[in-house]
């Protein structure tokens, strides 16, 4: 038998279980104590949101918990569906029940419904219709609305493991019927490693790779002789999970955001290759380290926003994949800068006082006076030019409005620069008092 005489069909349609004890992963779900399970055997089955990667077995899992109880399955996708679709999918699901049977409608990718066909939904899960089983690879707080989340549970689906992978694998070997069992295909086991590697968790895609390796593959007498080469030439450019502005995207900006703030470059590069790998815009990372610089370095070391506005231009020279080594030097440096967010909590406490508090005056002395009208209304009167005395420091001037002279909102820090900003900060100050003590009118 060769490779192409086996069913045309791809091997991860094939390999689709037919049964719950044939489904590979999601123990936390279908383990002897998880609430799957125990749903199954109730046999009752209520309105839930499957939220996971791809490739984690969404759609299986859905019409495998339709057959266990014995449900007759409707499947929409959100791509190409709209609220006709639904209540097409409702109107036959009334026949059904009618007949005394239930009906489980499986909606694909159920984020991409907007706010009205997602309510056109709520009656009929509501009165029981149908059972609901949504998918979604998106953080289902912010893809559904809130009436929608209420009437169904969310369980989460986990990225399949090495381990879940590995047997997926084996089946899909053994299978003399649907999988690959007719054949003689060897793999090596750096080979079979690597293959799961570039599946990243995905059943689909192990499976698929697995597929075109065999039919890439050489046959030497008699075997299919899979190599890294062929698993290579199968991935083509493998990339990480990674959606552009979905769930993954701020989970990896996070992290790695995250890690620099917390002085561990290996990890803040970690992240930052995590991005570029998954096709992130490294312009929008160039931005994210400008922001790490001012948000949470700050003063304690002002060289590390020359850093990144630096590693932005350089990137802007040079493009990929040049470029990206002046992201990961910034990266370096900011992470292992001394860290300080006494100026963003300032300014943000500025902001807040702002808004709260009105179109304070500004004092007199502080204004200017090109005009002779305005110097006769005392704009300028007494103001001191702090260059004329010593330190260039004007010991009795104030510069906030009256009623915030006593208001503190920069509290720099002992950490690198900004422990001498705070000493020059405080000498200022204790200069300031002291020649308040000797001219209490001021």
């Not at 990339?239 to 790695?256: C, N, V």
């Not at 007199?364 to 006076?369: I, S």
């Amino acid at each position: 038998m060769t490779a192409s005489s086996i069913d045309p069909r791809p091997l991860a349609a094939r390999m689709r279980p037919r049964n719950l004890d044939a489904y590979v992963g999601q123990r936390h779900l279908l383990g002897k104590t998880g609430p799957l399970r125990a749903m199954v055997q109730g046999g009752q089955l209520h309105s839930m949101i499957l939220w996971g990667p791809p490739g984690s077995g969404k759609t299986t899992l859905a019409q495998l918990l339709a057959h266990a109880v014995g449900q007759h399955f409707q499947v929409l996708s959100a791509v190409n569906s709209g609220v006709r679709e639904i209540r097409a999918a409702v109107t036959s699901a009334e026949s059904a029940r009618s007949l005394g049977q239930g009906t489980v409608l499986f909606i694909d990718e159920i984020h991409r419904f907007n706010k009205s066909q997602q309510d056109a939904l709520l009656p009929h899960v509501e009165e029981g219709v149908m059972t609901l089983i949504g998918a979604t690879t998106e953080n289902p707080s912010f893809a559904l609305v809130n009436a929608l989340l209420s009437r169904a549970r969310v369980y989460v689906l986990k990225a399949l493991t090495d381990e879940d992978l590995d047997t997926i694998l084996d089946h899909a070997l053994a299978d003399q019927v649907l999988g690959l069992g007719k054949l003689v295909i060897r793999i090596p086991p750096e080979v079979r490693k690597g293959l799961l590697t570039a599946a990243d968790g995905d059943a689909r895609r192990v499976l698929n790779l697995l597929d075109l390796a065999v039919q890439l593959a050489p046959v030497q007498e008699g075997q299919v002789r899979i190599s890294a080469e062929t698993i290579a030439a199968a991935a083509g450019q493998s990339w990480r999970r990674f959606d552009k502005g979905g769930e993954a995207f701020y989970d990896e900006i996070s992290a790695f955001h995250k890690s620099l703030r917390g002085s561990d470059p290996d990890a803040a590069l970690y992240w930052l290759a995590r991005m570029l790998d998954g096709g992130a815009d490294p312009l929008y990372l160039a931005r994210r380290l400008v922001r790490m610089a001012s948000e949470d370095i700050g003063l304690a070391d002002p060289r590390a926003l020359d850093m990144a506005l630096a590693a932005k231009e350089a990137y802007a020279f040079l493009g990929s994949p040049e470029g990206e080594l002046a992201l990961a030097q910034a990266t370096v440096y900011l992470a292992s800068s001394p860290k300080s967010n006494r100026v963003y909590n300032a300014w943000n406490a500025v902001r807040t006082a702002v808004r709260a508090g009105g179109s304070a005056e500004v004092p007199l002395h502080l204004r200017n006076a090109p005009t002779a009208l305005l110097k006769a209304l005392d704009y300028g009167k007494a103001y001191q030019y702090d260059h004329d005395y010593p330190d260039a420091i004007a010991p009795e001037q104030h510069y906030l409005p009256p009623g915030l002279r006593q208001t503190h909102f920069y509290d720099p820090s002992d950490h690198g620069l900004e422990a001498r900003i705070q000493e020059r900060l405080r000498w200022i100050s204790a200069h300031r008092q002291s020649a308040g003590e000797k001219n209490p009118h001021a």
